[in-house]
Every structure is written in structure tokens, then in C-alpha cells.
């Protein structure tokens, strides 16, 4: 077997589609990279779970992991519940090298895919001048992560939007809806509305709830296995892996 493993770490839902979609796009990315050995495992409510994974891939003689969250941002999962996960498993697996990798976000490949997903939804780029965007995210009480998709708005105003607000779907205000009626109040006469999640579930519902009930015109799909988006794991594992040998030559 390859003895490094870029292993994909999701949070996991009740709801089918989203490991569904997990699993689209790590097989994106194996297609990306033929060479490379990519895992799959969850937090919670799916299978298989992380410490499983690693024991099995101990078992089977793997010498290195790069642990990736699959997170668009530090917030309480990627500080705290993974490195924990983590930690546990190099007590009991010592003869494995586990290293977690960053988050995904921010970064332009993120952008690109909401660009395509906007697209697809029937953005033309003669509509943007002329429409306000919601950055609808899955929302977090960690002020780091919140201030993150502030940035990103801000960011996204500079690309020709005639207006860009953010929202989010829990823990932090304003909600979907109140975003999108915040733009009509302001005389913006279209409206789109782009969730910034990964994959189906209840949170990314709650988007598309909101958009609905405010009378968006658009409503972009979630990121999901989009090739950008499978590029952008790669850089990250590769990033990892650059620190993985500065940290050994040091």
C-alpha cells in the first residue's frame, strides 16, 4: 500500500446526501491524483469514524497521515474536536505519523467554485453589476471563523457585485432571509443567494428555507465535488506535507 494517506476528515450528518457528496469528491480528488492514497472518515453520525480509519491503516502498514479537515474555517471542529480525535489516536498508534493539515478556507479556489455554482444557477456576468449576493455560511460562535466570512463578503464586493452581505444559518445573525431582505431594502432589485457549505443537510436547508421565504431570485447550489474544490484539498495536503519536511529537517 502507499505508505502516506491524505485522510479527509468530514463532520458528518443524518442527512444521505452529505456523505454522499463527501464521497464525490474524494473520488475527485484520487482522479486528480492517481498516485495518492485518500481516506474518507467522520466525526460523527456516519461511518467510518476517524479513530477506525487510522487503526486500520496502522494495521495495514501506512507510515504517514495528513489528516485534512474538510472545513471552510478554524472554528470549535478544526481547534478543538479534531486535534483531540488526533491526539488520541498517536497515544495508541505511535508508530504512525499523524499531522493535521489547515483548514480549507479562505482562499481563491473557494471563490472559484461559488463563481461556478452562481453560474450554474443562472448568474450571466452581465447580471453581477446589477445584483446583491448573500454569503450564506453554516454559521459558528467562534468570533475567528465569523470574521472570516466577513472578509470574504468584503472581498467578493470587489469583484463587481453591486452589494454583498453575509448570513448565516446558526449561532450568528443575520439570518439568510433577513440578509436578502436587508438588500432589497437598500433597492437592490435582484438578489442571489450562495451557500458557503460543502455539502446537503439541515443547515444547508435552512439557507435555501430562508432564500425562499425571502423572495431570492437566485439560489446557488453548495460547493460540493467541484473540481476547484478538489484542487484545493490537494494544495492543502501538499502544504502539509512541505511543513511535514521542514519540521523533520529542522
Known amino acids: 500500500m502507499s505508505h502516506r494517506v491524505l485522510l479527509v476528515i468530514a463532520h458528518g450528518s443524518r442527512d444521505p446526501r452529505h456523505a454522499a457528496t463527501v464521497h464525490a469528491l474524494t473520488q475527485r480528488v484520487r482522479a486528480e491524483?492517481?498516485?495518492?492514497?485518500?481516506?474518507?472518515?467522520?466525526?460523527e453520525f456516519n461511518a467510518p469514524s476517524v479513530?477506525?480509519?487510522l487503526e486500520r491503516l496502522a494495521a495495514e502498514g501506512a507510515d504517514e497521515v495528513i489528516a485534512l479537515p474538510l472545513l471552510l474555517t478554524r472554528a470549535f471542529h478544526a481547534k478543538t474536536d479534531i486535534p483531540s480525535v488526533l491526539r488520541e489516536a498517536r497515544a495508541r498508534l505511535p508508530r504512525l505519523r499523524i499531522r493535521q493539515a489547515d483548514v480549507l478556507g479562505p482562499s481563491p479556489l473557494l471563490n472559484a467554485t461559488l463563481g461556478r455554482r452562481l453560474r450554474e444557477a443562472g448568474v450571466r456576468p452581465g447580471d453581477i453589476p446589477r445584483t446583491g449576493l448573500v454569503l450564506a455560511s453554516a454559521g459558528s460562535s467562534d468570533p475567528e471563523a465569523i470574521a472570516v466570512i466577513a472578509e470574504i463578503a468584503r472581498e467578493l464586493r470587489h469583484t463587481g457585485w453591486c452589494a454583498v452581505r453575509p448570513a448565516f444559518a446558526s449561532a450568528s445573525l443575520p439570518?439568510?432571509?433577513?440578509?436578502?431582505?436587508?438588500?432589497?431594502?437598500?433597492?437592490?432589485?435582484?438578489?442571489?443567494?450562495?451557500?458557503?457549505?460543502?455539502?446537503?443537510?439541515?443547515l444547508p436547508d435552512r439557507?435555501?428555507?430562508?432564500?425562499?421565504?425571502?423572495?431570492?431570485?437566485?439560489?446557488?447550489?453548495?460547493?460540493?465535488?467541484a473540481p476547484e474544490l478538489a484542487r484545493l484539498l490537494l494544495e492543502r495536503y501538499d502544504e502539509a506535507r512541505v511543513m511535514v519536511g521542514a519540521s523533520l529537517s529542522a
Not at 176 to 196: H, N, S, W
Not at 207 to 225: H, M, N, Q, S, T
Request: cysteine-free; glycine content about 10%; overall charge neutral.
Open 175 to 202: 439570518r439568510t432571509e433577513d440578509a436578502v431582505r436587508a438588500l432589497r431594502a437598500e433597492g437592490v432589485d435582484r438578489v442571489a443567494v450562495a451557500p458557503y457549505v460543502i455539502a446537503p443537510g439541515r
Open 207 to 225: 439557507i435555501a428555507a430562508g432564500a425562499e421565504a425571502a423572495g431570492a431570485d437566485v439560489l446557488a447550489d453548495v460547493l460540493g465535488p
Open 33 to 43: 491524483r492517481p498516485g495518492l492514497r485518500v481516506e474518507t472518515a467522520f466525526l
Open 51 to 53: 479513530p477506525r480509519v
